[in-house]
Structure formats: C-alpha cells, structure tokens
C-alpha cells in the first residue's frame, strides 16, 4: 500500500483513542494513552531483560500492538498478536488501528481474534506469552491462568495492577461496580505475593519480580517453567534491587514485605513454646 493510502488511512483514525505511542511515520507518532516514555520504559522492563531471539511469542490483549510490535523487533521469531473486546468496540477501532500500525511499521505479526476466555482457541504453544494490562480486567482470571498456562512452552510475562501489598498473605481484593478509577473493567487487585502463588499453581514457580517502572502500584513478573529456563533466557542475574527473584529469601523480603504467614506462624510457635518452658 502507498504511503498516501497509509496517510489516508491514519487521518481517519487520528480522532479514535490509541492506548499506545507509536510512529507510524516519521513525522506522524499517535497520541497514545500510554506516552512514548512510559512504554519505551515498560519495553525496557518488560522486554529488555529477556532473549527473545527466535523464540515464538503469543501478545494477549495487545490493542493497538505495541507489544507486538516490539517483540519483533527484539528479534522474535513468530509473533501472534491476539484481542478481542478492544478490537470489536466501535469506540476504540481497536482491529484498525493494529492493522494500520502494522501496515505502516512494515513488521511480520500475525493477528488472531481470541477472547483470553477462550484460550487456547486454535493456537499452537508458544515460547512466551505476554498477558500485561489484562489480569484485573478478567472476572475469572486464575480460570484464564490455567488456560493460558497451556499454550506457553517456557515464560509468562504478567504486568498488573497490585493493591494488599502489606498484608503478609497471598490475596485479591474486589473491586465492585466503578471501584477502581470509574471504570467497570476493572474487577481485582491481587498481591504481588498472590501473583506469585498463582503462577506457581498453574506450572511456572521461578518468578522475578520488578516494580512497575513509571507507575506506583504496578508490577512485572517473569515466571518461568524451570530454573534452567530463566538461566536460558535472562539476559542478568537478578540482583534483588531491581529484579527480585522471587525464590530467594532477600526478593521475597524485598517484595512480600516480612515473612510469609506460615513463617510468622512458625516464629510464634516458637516464642510460645519457649514462654511455656520458661514458667
């Protein structure tokens, strides 16, 4: 297609609301929800600390692809691009505004119309599966967890929303109606402790842990299959500073914020015990 027809293409759409930056040409970028920097920081966050040379990639609610999009560029192999809610609302475009931006970035990514309620669909597995910005939307997540869980060969990237960050125990809270930033999508806020739990239960224990680099109250998990398979495919050791890994002993203090209940438990049984002796 002409640079023209691409120009003409982008005008029609330069009213509808992008979620992502991203420049379609060299003197046109789209004024995305999400600003250049706060996503060019979350690629690095996200992206940035793993190889993804020839490694297939499955980007779940990708909107308007930016993810997508990077992924490629970072040297994955097959890109599978999927949406659904986004890219049938008349309100976002959502289709258009992928199929423009892959169109004018030139970049190979396949596009599939999925629900992440009905993974895996028709998908075979792929090496890695990136599910940012769509946890907490999902009235069943953990159901979708176990679906997703399916379809991946070796990583998991979740970024969301965390709220109970110091309670001490895995959990989610719910938010009803509007809670949460007036805005009825918005369903669940879990810990990064629960995260972690969830991700262990559906197959991927060894999770490193970042906080959100631009965003209070956000975070990133990488959870892998196996140890060998983080060793594999983390371009650093994680240092617990930045990138806490979430089986050691300092990343879960860093991170869940003091021990865990059964730890706590534990340590006043002991207290007790030694109260009874010393009567």
């Known amino acids: 297609m002409s640079d023209q027809a691409l120009r003409a293409r982008y005008q029609a759409l330069a009213q509808t609301y992008w979620h992502h930056t991203i420049q379609l040409f060299p003197d046109v970028v789209t004024k995305g929800g999400k600003s250049a920097e706060i996503l060019a920081a979350e690629r690095a966050a996200i992206l940035g600390v793993v190889d993804l040379a020839g490694r297939s990639v499955i980007d779940v609610g990708t909107w308007n692809g930016y993810f997508a999009f990077e992924a490629k560029r970072a040297g994955a192999g097959r890109v599978i ?17 992928f199929d423009l931006a892959r169109d004018c970035l030139g970049l190979d990514v396949e596009a599939r119309e999925i629900d992440p ?15 940012l910005g ?13 679906k997703m869980a399916a379809t991946i060969n070796d990583l998991l990237v979740v970024e969301t929303h965390l ?9 989610m809270v719910f938010y009803p109606g509007t809670t949460l930033n007036n805005d009825g999508s918005n369903w669940w806020g879990p810990n990064s402790q629960c995260v972690a739990e969830l991700l262990a239960a559906v197959g991927f224990p060894n999770v490193f842990y970042q906080h959100h680099p631009e965003v209070p109250g956000r975070g990133i998990f990488h959870a892998f299959r196996t140890a060998e398979t983080a060793r594999r495919y983390l371009r650093r050791p994680a240092d617990n500073t930045t990138l806490f890994d979430l089986r050691s002993d300092g990343g879960k203090r860093a991170i ?7 730890q706590r438990a534990l340590a006043w049984a002991r207290t007790a015990f030694r109260r009874m002796r010393a009567r």
Request: glycine share 6%; net charge negative.
């Open 81 to 97: 691009a999927t949406d659904s809610f986004v890219w049938h609302a008349p309100i976002f475009r959502g289709r258009e505004t």
């Open 256 to 262: 869940f914020r003091g021990p865990s209940l059964p």
């Open 163 to 171: 709220d109970l960050q110091s309670l001490g125990r895995p959990a």
């Open 117 to 131: 309620t009905d993974f895996p669909g028709d998908l075979a597995p792929a090496d890695v599966v990136l599910f």
């Open 134 to 146: 769509v946890f907490y939307h999902l009235i069943d997540p953990i159901m979708v967890l176990q």
